[in-house]
């Protein structure tokens, strides 16, 4: 399939897309997430696909946020809309159970700093800089900020950057906890393919099962999350995956799993 905005790729079990708008510096505008969230369709539906990243064309963004000129007059119930597609199209991403991988190589602010808050990981150039400037325009974060965030760096921090808007750096977002790596900038492709063939080969029903334990069970008094642990663990119990992990284990040998 062909896009407009976004170019798609997949090598292995890893799919990638760029944000291609690089003359708007990755702005999000309807029809980039529209044809992101069709990506989201092969992404989730397609067994061959262990892994989404995501990155944006050019040396300088990965995504500067929503795209200003699209949003400055749009009233209040269209800018709702606006918002609730954007917000829609962030959470399939994170209820997919396959992770992400963002590959800041650039500015992450507004709406593509919220982008990469909702993929799995995080992986910043040296050149990467994030932030939420939405207070400096009479706006809040609304592509998932104001949750995702504190739910990453806790309450304080994210506060910090939301209400002063200021920009923070790779090596001050790695520090705060925001990216979970930062790589020269001509070495954040070869980083992002360790990670992603790290990840991809382990069982994916692990994964499947983590992400659901970890994204369920984050709001879940901690009885309640436990029970649900135990439950999806007993379930990966009775998968081909287990058996070939064990079998493997072993065997002394590396594991070749299905997902099943």
Request: hydrophobic content about 45%; some cysteine.
């Amino acid at each position: 399939m062909s896009y407009d905005h976004l170019i798609v790729q997949q090598q292995g079990y890893v799919l990638t897309v760029v944000l291609n708008r690089p003359k708007a510096l990755n702005a999000l505008n309807r029809q980039l997430l529209s044809e992101f969230n069709q990506v989201l369709d092969q992404f989730e539906h397609d067994a061959s696909i262990r892994l989404l990243v995501v990155t944006g064309a050019g040396e300088k963004a990965f995504c500067a946020g929503a795209d200003i000129k699209e949003l400055a007059d749009l009233s209040a119930l269209e800018m709702k809309e606006f918002l609730s597609h954007g917000q829609r199209v962030f959470r399939r991403l994170e209820l997919i159970r396959k992770p992400s991988i963002a590959a800041v190589n650039g500015v992450a602010v507004g709406g593509g700093f919220e982008l990469s808050l909702a993929c799995s990981l995080r992986i910043a150039s040296e050149s990467a800089s994030f932030g939420l400037p939405e207070a400096r325009l009479g706006m809040i974060p609304g592509y998932g900020g104001t949750q995702r965030l504190p739910r990453i760096i806790g309450k304080g921090k994210a506060l910090e950057l939301m209400l002063s808007g200021k920009r923070i750096s790779a090596e001050e977002a790695y520090r705060a906890g925001i990216v979970n790596a930062v790589a020269a900038v001509d070495l954040l492709d070869q980083t992002v393919r360790q990670w992603a063939e790290s990840i991809c080969a382990n069982s994916p029903v692990s994964i499947r099962m983590i992400l659901e334990a970890v994204d369920i069970g984050g709001s879940l008094a901690m009885d309640n999350a436990l029970a649900l642990e135990t439950s999806l663990d007993a379930l990966a119990a009775g998968s081909l995956d287990k058996r070939e992990g064990f079998a493997a284990f072993l065997e002394k040998r590396s594991p070749n799993f299905e997902g099943k």
